[in-house]
């Protein structure tokens, strides 16, 4: 249980040190991506991006 915690959180912490890099090829702004200003933060919830990295990823995977 604790690996996976460990591999969750170092991901999070890559996927945010890459996000304004990502956010540049348009990762982020695609529709069905949730974004929120409360309190003066943003909030960002990446569903179809995720779900688009996913698959090349897998296709990636798959083919090699």
Do not use: H
């Amino acid at each position: 249980m604790i690996r996976w915690l460990v591999t969750t959180f170092v991901a999070v912490m890559i996927l945010s040190a890459c996000w304004p890099w990502l956010g540049r090829i348009g990762v982020g702004r695609l529709p069905g991506d949730l974004r929120f200003r409360l309190f003066g933060r943003d909030y960002l919830f990446p569903f179809t991006s995720s779900i688009l990295i996913s698959l090349i990823a897998t296709a990636l995977v798959r083919w090699l």
